[in-house]
């Protein structure tokens, strides 16, 4: 089996759910060199955040972005290189609150890139802080009386944006994390994971998701409406039983596919060059 580990110390905290995503890609990834797939044809991109430092965990190519701001990055590198799969992943302070804006118009464009986001519903580097996420009188280094704010849900966001693939797993579910990862990389168009990810120092919610999680057994991927009552059933803030899984799946045509023509039309390694030979 391809080693994918580095030699980078990891700095995370004992415990934290960030281990899982981890282990989750790196089998998926594992597993699709193992299929033939050529990891030298994968982009990881990150954010800026704990969450952000899985990128110098496994051994592939990667992106270190800043904060916000994975999808552009993300963006812009399948649209230089059609071939490649770039898997984004982001904090929900990172991608859900600084860079909800490029988080919409990626699903509206449905643009062929994958999205993973580690929400744990705070920020975690900066040491406590509420998020998009975070529930209605979360106590933080920034809240201390209480966040007075009602949680967003982004996947209801994603969902009326336009995305093509949307998916929830938990930081305790390794093996629903692998099965999502897997399907959300191979899905054609924007996919988007939102993985409750513990971060056990600033908002230990294992017990919180233990006690609700499930997966429906008959859920239709492909039923839009369907899709939305999964969504809305459970709010980031109500009590009710959090649902798991693949919750949207569509097939549509995708941003990348539309620029192919362009692309053949136009002799973009010419055009670099003759800007170089310009310029030296
Ligand atoms: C433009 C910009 N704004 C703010 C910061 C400070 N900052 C760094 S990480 C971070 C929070 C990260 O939270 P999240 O995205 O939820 O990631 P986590 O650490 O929880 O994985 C902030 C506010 C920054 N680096 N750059
Ligand atoms: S602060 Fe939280 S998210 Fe960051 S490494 Fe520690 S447990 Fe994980
Ligand atoms: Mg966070």
Known sequence: MINLATNAQNTWCTGCGNFAILSAIKSVLQ???????PLENVVLVSGIGCHAKIVDYINVNSFYSLHGRVVPVAEAIKLS????RVIGFSGDGDSY??????LIFAAKRNIDITMIIHNNRVYGLTTGQY?????????????????????????EVMLAGGATFLARGTSHGLELLKKIFKEAILHKGFSLVDVLQVCVTFDNLYEYYDKRI???????????????AMIREWDYDNDSKIPLGIIYKKDAGTFDERFKPQEKAVDRDAKIREYLERRI
């Open 31 to 37: 597993s699709m060199a193992e299929d033939g797939f």
């Open 81 to 84: 290189r059609s071939n490649v």
């Open 97 to 102: 609150g600084e860079g909800m804006e490029h």
């Open 214 to 228: 499930y997966e429906p057994p008959a859920h239709d991927p492909s039923d839009r409406t369907a899709a939305a």
């Open 131 to 155: 998020t998009p996420t975070s529930p209605l009188g979360f106590k933080g280094r920034s809240t201390p009386f209480g966040s007075k704010e009602l949680p967003i849900n982004p996947l």
